[in-house]
């Protein structure tokens, strides 16, 4: 079992930065490949980006690619987002998620977080 759990979200205006983390549980972190999902009102959830067990592949959104840069730092247990140059599309509840296998663009993960939320305003 993983536990995730998100932070780092809030209020920002456009062009601004936030990053997130996403904390892991237990100690087979880097076993795991992490993705970063969103979900914004009334709309499906999205794929963001995603990196794999040591970080060396990683894959975007084309709508977040050159704005947003995944990393992780196994030893912390933890996934980050950066995200740059936001802008209110952007808005959304942000999730990260875990599963054991990379693969690009795919929405079939083991274990999800709560989600934290990010606001873009104009």
């Known amino acids: 079992q993983v536990q995730l759990v998100e932070s780092g979200g809030g209020v920002v205006q456009a062009g601004g930065s936030l990053r997130l983390s996403c904390a892991a549980s237990?100690?087979?972190?880097?076993?795991?490949?992490m993705g970063w999902f969103r979900q914004a009102p009334g709309k499906e959830r999205e794929f963001v980006a995603t990196?794999?067990?040591?970080?060396?592949?990683?894959y975007y959104a084309d709508s977040v690619k050159g704005r947003f840069t995944i990393s992780r730092d196994n030893a912390k247990n933890t996934v980050y987002l950066q995200m740059n140059s936001l802008k209110p599309e952007d808005t959304a509840a942000y999730y990260c998620?875990?599963?054991?296998?990379?693969?690009?663009?795919?929405?079939?993960?083991?274990?999800w977080g709560q989600g934290t939320q990010v606001t873009v305003s104009s």
């Open positions: 237990g100690r087979t972190f880097g076993s795991y490949a």
């Open positions: 990196i794999s067990h040591g970080g060396g592949r990683r």
């Open positions: 998620a875990a599963r054991s296998d990379y693969r690009r663009d795919s929405y079939e993960y083991d274990y």
